[in-house]
């Protein structure tokens, strides 16, 4: 969760018509715009260095740089969404990362994996297996690690649930913050954990940055929990990304 350098991508203002599982009417462009670029002042508040790419009409979801592309200090892994619309977006992040990282992998064929799905803890990259990552592409994501120095883990994401992140998030190098559905299936078992709190399940995907916690604005009782267990906590407002199945970690990639 130490991060110099961060990439984001503006929203494109098709946008509002992002994928999502149940249909809660569609987010307004202004207020996307608007969550996305208190965000990126939060990031940057937090010591990150933030490159800003422009918006792609052609991809409403390209606005959460994290699913096409996994990063590390050591290198760059390309990968291949498992949403057909979004399969192109890893083509048009791919010059950025060329130019910024020295080694850059493709994630081998066949599969699919959505950044999404992929969690860095510190002894090991977890990789949750749901609707988006297929076993064929996590097993293949696990090879891309090992040639970066990094040992792949892979885990299940629980059933409806978009991604593996959707549903926890590192707190510090030993916590873990995670709804009851998914920690009950004991993927934690080595961290330590602290549960989301019954109805506020979206407050998971929240982000740790250096010194920072970034939590979801619209979660009271998480950002008190939170509060309360000594994290400084940044409430960021995500109602509208909310309605198109995103939250905090979806809209970086971080290094
Ligand atoms: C999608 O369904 O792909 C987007 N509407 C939301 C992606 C959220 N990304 C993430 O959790 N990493």
């Not at 988006?132 to 892979?154: F, H, M, N, Q």
């Not at 299940?156 to 995670?178: I, N, Y």
Request: charged letters at 25%; a negative charge; hydrophobic letters at 40%.
């Amino acid at each position: 969760y130490e991060f110099n350098a961060a990439i984001v991508r503006e929203p494109a203002r098709s946008v509002v018509n992002g994928l999502r599982a149940d249909d809660r009417g569609n987010p307004t462009f202004d207020g996307v715009k608007a969550e996305h670029t208190a965000y990126i002042a939060a990031v940057r508040a937090a010591g990150v260095e933030v490159t800003v790419l422009p918006a792609l009409e052609s991809f409403p979801d390209s606005i959460f740089v994290e699913d096409p592309a996994l990063v590390f200090p050591e290198g760059a892994i390309l990968l291949r969404p498992g949403a057909e619309t979004r399969v192109r977006e890893t083509a048009e992040i791919a010059p950025t990362l060329k130019a910024m990282f020295g080694t850059v992998l493709d994630l081998p064929s066949p599969g699919f994996a959505d950044g999404g799905d992929v969690l860095t803890a510190p002894k090991s990259v977890m990789i949750g297996l749901s609707a988006r990552t297929d076993r064929a592409g996590a097993e293949g994501l696990i090879t891309s690690l090992d040639r970066l120095g990094r040992k792949g883990e892979i885990v299940q994401t629980p059933e409806g649930v978009l991604h593996f992140k959707s549903d926890c998030s590192l707190l510090d190098s030993e916590t873990m913050l995670s709804t009851k559905r998914l920690a009950r299936s004991g993927v934690f078992k080595d961290f330590r954990e602290v549960l989301i709190p019954e109805g506020e399940e979206p407050a998971a995907n929240a982000l740790r940055v250096n010194d920072v916690v970034m939590v979801g604005a619209d979660y009271p009782r998480t950002i008190e929990m939170l509060d309360r267990l000594g994290y400084k906590v940044v409430a960021l407002k995500t109602t509208e990304i909310g309605k198109i199945d995103a939250g905090l970690s979806c809209m970086s990639l971080r290094w």
